[in-house]
């Protein structure tokens, strides 16, 4: 793919404070070609204005491939930094050596923890980043304002209040947390970016949950400068943009997505799992049994990942792929 850039009329929009959910809808309504343009915009400006101290997060997923193809376009070595938490499929890690050996400039860095020796210390990554981070709250300090809020005691209007259902995790001899991704993704991200003096590029769309739509609307656009500079030049990217952009520019990525994962990231995170469409463990047992079996058996206080999984799925009625129907009629007794 050979463009040159355009930046489009509406390119000073990019930077409006007072972004409205109704504006960010209609630019996710733009034309693929519309976004291109406006992503290009986002990373010449981002790259302009920190004067090429930047870098591309690189996660080797379908998204940030595109994105590293975007930015090569504005900044052809760019640096792309993936970081091998442990907990990557390897089919992703395989990729990354593989767009490494064809020439991208690609770094590789890693944790000082392995995931097995962060659940052990600080807990399983269960439910929703949301969920752990307010059981951790709660379990190491119930009094606190947050902790308040989870049972909607301080703030009745607070966003977040902890479901019922998933209260039972307050009381469990293992801790819930959100430490994970803080010690495998952000803490080796951050020390890279603080030692170089670099700003991150990302390739997260506001589309992927509330969370980030909120975000988007509240930073009033992809670029943020300052002292804490990031990009997000895909913002207004949706899922189809992603797949029709692969298809039209023939890009390559992992052959993980020809074996029906639809979003990669952690192999065996618990966040996510509990929803009935999701098939992240089914796939990693089948293609990566050895790996599924040794996460299953990471400990908390004694307790298995498995026996944690298999608890937190029961209550949505599921079961971990590998365990059967005899199994289902003993929870049934
Ligand atoms: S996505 Fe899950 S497994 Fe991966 S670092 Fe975050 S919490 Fe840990």
């Not at 050996?101 to 269960?126: A, C, M, S």
């Not at 980043?129 to 989870?150: D, G, L």
């Not at 049972?151 to 009745?156: A, D, I, T």
């Not at 992927?208 to 990217?237: D, H, M």
Request: hydrophobic share 35%; charged share 25%; proline share 4%.
């Amino acid at each position: 793919m050979n463009r040159s850039v355009f930046i489009p009329d509406n390119y000073k929009q990019v930077y409006l404070i007072d972004m409205t959910a109704k504006e960010l809808h209609e630019r996710q309504t733009w034309t693929l070609n519309q976004k291109i343009d406006h992503s290009l915009g986002v990373i010449d400006s981002f790259i302009a204005r920190n004067n090429g101290n930047v870098y591309l997060a690189y996660s080797g997923g379908k998204d940030s491939t595109i994105l590293m193809k975007l930015c090569e376009i504005i900044k052809r070595d760019i640096l792309c930094v993936f970081v091998n938490t442990g907990c990557e499929y390897p089919s992703i890690v395989h990729f990354v050596h593989k767009m490494q050996d064809e020439g991208h400039n690609i770094k590789i860095i890693r944790p000082k923890i392995t995931p097995r020796e962060v659940w052990k210390q600080y807990g399983f990554p269960l439910v929703s980043k949301e969920v752990a981070e307010y059981i951790h709250c709660i379990r190491t300090n119930p009094n606190s304002i947050k902790s308040q809020n989870a049972f909607g005691l301080r703030n009745p209007d607070s966003q977040f209040v902890l479901s019922d259902k998933w209260k039972y995790l307050i009381n469990e001899p293992y801790e819930t947390s959100n430490m994970c991704c803080k010690k495998l993704k952000k803490d080796p991200s951050h020390k890279f970016a603080k030692e170089y003096g670099l700003f991150p590029i990302v390739g997260t769309m506001a589309s992927e949950s509330k969370l980030r739509e909120k975000t988007y609307i509240r930073r009033g656009g992809c670029n943020v400068f300052g002292e804490n500079a990031q990009s997000l030049p895909l913002s207004i990217w949706l899922e189809d943009d992603i797949w029709q952009f692969i298809r039209e520019n023939n890009v390559e990525i992992a052959d993980i997505y020809s074996k029906g994962v639809r979003r990669t990231g952690c192999a065996a995170c618990g966040f996510g799992c509990q929803f009935k469409n999701d098939t992240r463990l089914a796939i990693l047992r089948d293609l990566y049994p050895k790996y599924y079996d040794m996460v299953m058996k990471f400990e908390n206080n004694g307790v298995t990942f498995r026996e944690a999984m298999r608890k937190m799925l029961k209550v949505n009625g599921l079961f971990l792929p590998d365990e059967n129907l005899e199994l289902k009629l003993q929870f049934d007794e």
